[in-house]
């Protein structure tokens, strides 16, 4: 998603924008803008690409004052061209504005606006606001009123944050994320905390349907409707702080790399929130798993773990399409959301969709300040810090450890021991010369195939899916006994396919899957802690007991799709077309 940011203070404005701006960038990143207030004028520059090219052709950071808004992009509304870069100003030129979100009645305000002699240079829905909020104003001669006026008639999921000539910002809240940082001197708006948090710990979440206005060292924050409304200040856990790549080449390695640490972290405590939400799943008939893309996965995998150790059976169920099927929801339900930003728009209006079911929200989320766990009954922390690469790695493996820790609370014996699963992850990670060797030889392959079957086919989801996001081949999961029922069509020479077998009660009947692709010519890649002549490259991983093959088997498959996004010279941490946190349907 996009991420916008604010700032006023005493200290230059551009510099301290455009170093948000590279943190957050994780959120969209196909152009960028800022505009800056300086001697009651507004100065805006904007361009087409990553941050940093932007900001060394353009010089985004050497714009002056100390008052500024700027914006990453992951286009919506319009194609990626420099007139669809935000900041966007008003006709007049008085007002500039960053946004994330989509105005939905944007084209009937366009027109309306169009007929009173407003003109667009973009395709944007953000433009519309930027010149609503000048005729609002024009019309009251107030900020506050001109915000309260332009709420009111736009419709949709947004956050703004909209500049002033006279260097007042003015910032809406509504179904997007919006925080605002409260330093010594200065004062910051932004998506996320870490667009502030070199500067300070000290942060308003801001509620839905609120918004702020930011003048010279103070601030107020209102109801939609312009009443005062109270607000909380909470301290921003410093362990987001750590949001950076260190001596790594890209934050997805480190965060692989984190994974023997994180996965740890995630499973080591039953926490109260773990307890209590073992005695409510305990107590309900009907129990839901939701979440989308990685998140969906995992949930694939509760299902596995829950029924297999605590005899608990739960349904999953993709978060985008419980809006066409709200009926598959029993009244009084517990509905488990699982998600490592909590703030996938998806995901949030399937727990709204639950929640009018009387069903109780359990949130396992790694953001626990995040709009899920603030709609959550319960909310269980993943705890593995800030994941900025936008393939989730770190977070689902976390994701599991924590439907283990679950697991065993609701009774099961899973056998995990997460000290030894960290020991196997450092051993696997410790020389990955053997993938690398692989991921050479996937540079111009078109088609690759994972199989797993039980609890390992779910994980062949998960692995197609880093494949296609990193690597943009062409990946399939594949159900190992579905294999004769038509994917067995598809095998033949020009085809790579990675079988996820370790040897539990799958084992044999994978091998022979294995022998059957073979057959057809097509190279197999074998993920095992066996070796088998019937693979072509074997990737070992250490023997231990079956239930931490999951969380093991996966992260060969990570490194994998890091080192052929390499071979292919696209960039693993910030994948063509993609964003993080998914904030709009
Ligand atoms: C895949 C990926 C996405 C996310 C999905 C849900 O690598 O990153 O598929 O898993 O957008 O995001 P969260 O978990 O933040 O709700």
Redesign the pocket.
């Known amino acids: 998603m996009c991420s916008i940011i604010g700032y006023r203070g005493k200290g230059a404005a551009a510099p301290v924008i455009v170093s948000g701006l590279k943190r957050m960038e994780y959120r969209g990143y196909d152009s960028v803008g800022v505009a800056t207030e300086s001697g009651k004028k507004i100065n805006l520059k904007k361009g087409i690409g990553r941050v940093a090219e932007v900001n060394s052709s353009a010089g985004l950071d050497a714009l002056p004052g100390t008052t500024g808004i700027g914006h990453t992009r992951w286009a919506t509304h319009g194609k990626v061209t420099r007139a669809n870069a935000h900041p966007h100003s008003s006709n007049s030129g008085s007002i500039a504005i960053v946004h994330n979100g989509i105005i939905e009645n944007f084209e009937e305000l366009k027109s309306s606006l169009s007929a009173q002699g407003y003109t667009f240079e973009s395709e944007t829905d953000t433009e519309v606001i930027a010149n609503l909020l000048q005729k609002n104003h024009d019309a009251t001669g107030s900020v506050k009123e001109a915000v309260v006026k332009t709420v009111s008639e736009i419709e949709g999921h947004y956050a703004f944050v909209a500049m002033f000539e006279d260097g007042q910002l003015a910032a809406a809240r509504f179904h997007e994320p919006l925080i605002l940082g409260i330093g010594q001197d200065d004062l910051f708006l932004s998506s996320d905390v870490l667009g502030f948090i070199e500067y300070t710990d000290d942060a308003v979440y801001m509620k839905d349907g609120s918004f702020a206005m930011l003048e010279d060292g103070k601030f107020q924050i209102f109801d939609f409707d312009g009443t005062d409304t109270s607000y909380e200040v909470t301290k921003v856990s410093k362990e987001f702080g750590d949001a950076y790549k260190g001596d790594y080449a890209h934050f997805t390695l480190k965060e692989i790399y984190e994974q023997p640490e994180t996965v740890m972290r995630a499973g080591e405590k039953t926490t109260d929130a773990i307890k209590t939400a073992a005695l409510l799943i305990r107590n309900t008939k009907s129990i839901y798993v939701t979440?989308?893309?990685?998140?969906?996965?995992a949930a694939l995998l509760a299902k596995q773990i829950l029924s297999r150790y605590a005899k608990i059976k739960v349904e999953p169920i993709i978060?985008s399409e419980l809006p066409f099927s709200p009926d598959i929801i029993e009244d009084d339900s517990v509905f488990v959301a699982?998600?490592?930003?909590?703030?996938?728009a998806?995901?949030l209006e399937a727990v709204r969709i639950a929640k009018q079911a009387g069903c109780k929200i359990i949130s396992i989320v790694?953001l626990t300040s995040s709009s899920?766990a603030r709609e959550s009954d319960i909310v269980i922390g993943m705890n593995c810090g800030p994941e900025i690469g936008?393939?989730?790695?770190k977070?689902?493996t976390a994701q599991l450890a924590v439907l283990y820790k679950l697991a065993e609370q609701l009774g099961g014996q899973t056998g995990t021991d997460f000290g030894g699963i960290s020991e196997s992850m450092l051993e696997m990670l410790e020389n990955p010369t053997t993938i690398q060797q692989i991921a050479g030889k996937l540079r111009n392959v078109s088609d690759i195939y994972v199989l797993g079957r039980g609890i390992h086919y779910p994980i062949a989801i998960e692995a197609a899916?880093?494949l296609k996001?990193l690597t943009y081949i062409h990946a399939e999961g594949i159900a190992g006994g579905e294999l004769k029922h038509g994917p067995l069509a598809l095998m033949d020479s020009g085809v790579y396919v990675i079988i996820i077998n370790p040897d539990d009660t799958t084992y044999s009947d994978t091998l022979t899957s294995a022998r059957e692709i073979k057959t057809r010519g097509a190279k197999i890649i074998g993920i095992s802690n066996v070796k088998s002549d019937v693979y072509d490259y074997w990737i070992e991983i250490p023997s231990t007991g079956e239930e931490s093959y999951p969380i093991l088997e996966i992260v060969p498959v990570q490194l994998l799709s890091y080192y052929a996004a390499l071979e292919k010279d696209t960039d693993p941490d910030y994948p063509r077309n993609?964003a993080?946190?998914?904030t709009v349907k």
């Open positions: 979440g989308s893309g990685t998140s969906y996965n978060s699982m998600s490592q930003s909590g703030e996938s998806d995901v790694n899920l936008v393939a989730a790695t977070s689902f899916l880093k996001e993609l993080k946190s998914v």
